[in-house]
Each structure stands twice: as C-alpha cells, then as structure tokens.
T-cell receptor, first 115, second 111 residues
Framework: DTGVSQNPRHKITKRGQNVTFRCDPI?????LYWYRQTLGQGPEFLTY????????KSRLLSDRFSAERPKGSFSTLEIQRTEQGDSAMYLC?????????????FGPGTRLLVL | QKEVEQDPGPLSVPEGAIVSLNCTYS??????FMWYRQYSRKGPELLMY????GNKEDGRFTAQVDKSSKYISLFIRDSQPSDSATYLC???????????FGSGTRLLVRP
C-alpha cells in the first residue's frame, strides 16, 4: 500500500498525559500536513511541512502541540498535557507540488480520546 | 462566518438519482477547489480537483466552480448505496497551501 499511513489508529489516554502520533506520507511527496477533525466538522488545518521545514502553523496549535519532520520523510505530532478538548481525529495528508495542482491525499487518521 | 459553508444534510435520495451537493465560500483568493468523500471513521478520500472556474468530469462525478458567485457544486449521476458518505468541499491556494474545509454534507442513497 503506497498511501499515507498513520499510527496508531486509535489512542485512549488520561487527561494530563502526553501522546505522540506518527505519519508516513506517500514516498515522493515533500509536503506534509496535519489537520484535526471533530465530530460533525470538516478537517481544520494545524500545520504543514515542506521537506523538513515547518512553514506554517495554525493558531489552533497551542504551545502544548509540537510537530516535527526531522528528515523530511515521516512526521510526528506530539500533544503534551492532554485535555478533554483534544479528543478528535488527527489527520495527516501529503502532496507533491506541481503547477496548478495541489492535491492533498489523506491518511486514515488517528482517533484520540482523552478521558 | 465560516470561509466555506455546506448544508450538513442529511440528504436522502433513491438509488439511481442524480445528486447535487453544494458549497459557498467567502475567500476570493481561493484558486483551487476539491471534493472529498469520507466514510464514517475513515480519512477523507479525494474525489475531484478543480483549478479556478469551470467544469470537470470524472466518471459519474462532475465538479463545477463558479468563482463569480463563489459557488462550488458536485454532481453524482446514477447514485449508488455505496456513495452514502459525508462529502467535504475545500478551497485553497490563497497565500498558503492549507485547505479550508466545509463541515460536510451527509448523503444517504437508499436501495
């Protein structure tokens, strides 16, 4: 399977714990995006990388959130001191830039439940 | 006001019907528009990509963009029960590569 993969697929944690999610993009894609989706809403942008550089962060990304893409391949999203409001589906997407074509392909998501 | 608005539905149609799904947007700087299909508890699946105004057809799906009225449409011909899902529209390409999504329209195709 050459699509975007995410691990774990599900995570249950207690409030105050730290969690880390991993995203492996499609191999030749140099842009990688993180989105968050809550029930009944569309995905909301969190941050994106071009290669290893983090080029944009949403105001939604509080100080408790950090994302990395150290070698320009896979990426991790860490949430420190989780809160119940962090419960959501965390989606990763990747794209390969070309003129007039910026199609983002999504992974299956990591569903986080904070108790 | 959200940048991209969609009627949440649900929209219920009989099998074989033509389905029309619509979005409006407020950001004049959007250059490209996408439709994604999302099954329950799954990631969004790209259906259609349209750059600027115009129509694009792919099999049973047709996407239309009218930038003058800031209106985006997706038509599904010969709808099937397997088309039952949430359909998300998104715009992008202002000063960033991020996509701005609507909240999605739930579609139910009855056998």
């Amino acid at each position: 399977d050459t699509g975007v993969s995410q691990n774990p697929r599900h995570k249950i944690t207690k409030r105050g714990q730290n969690v880390t999610f991993r995203c492996d993009p499609i191999s030749e894609h140099n842009r990688l995006y993180w989105y968050r989706q809550t029930l009944g809403q569309g995905p909301e942008f969190l941050t994106y990388f071009q290669n290893e550089a983090q080029l944009e962060k949403s105001r939604l990304l509080s100080d408790r959130f950090s994302a990395e893409r150290p070698k320009g391949s896979f990426s991790t999203l860490e949430i420190q001191r989780t809160e119940q409001g962090d419960s959501a589906m965390y989606l990763c997407a990747s794209s390969f830039p070309s003129f007039h074509q910026e199609t983002q392909y999504f992974g299956p998501g990591t569903r986080l439940l904070v108790l | 006001q959200k940048e991209v608005e969609q009627d949440p539905g649900p929209l219920s149609v009989p099998e074989g019907a033509i389905v029309s799904l619509n979005c409006t947007y407020s950001n004049s700087a959007f250059q490209y528009f996408m439709w994604y299909r999302q099954y329950s508890r799954k990631g969004p699946e790209l259906l259609m990509y349209t750059y600027s105004s115009g129509n694009k057809e792919d099999g049973r799906f047709t996407a239309q963009v009218d930038k003058s009225s800031k209106y985006i449409s997706l038509f599904i011909r010969d709808s099937q029960p397997s088309d039952s899902a949430t359909y998300l529209c998104a715009g992008g390409g202002d000063s960033s590569y991020k996509l701005i999504f609507g909240s999605g329209t739930r579609l139910l195709v009855r056998p």
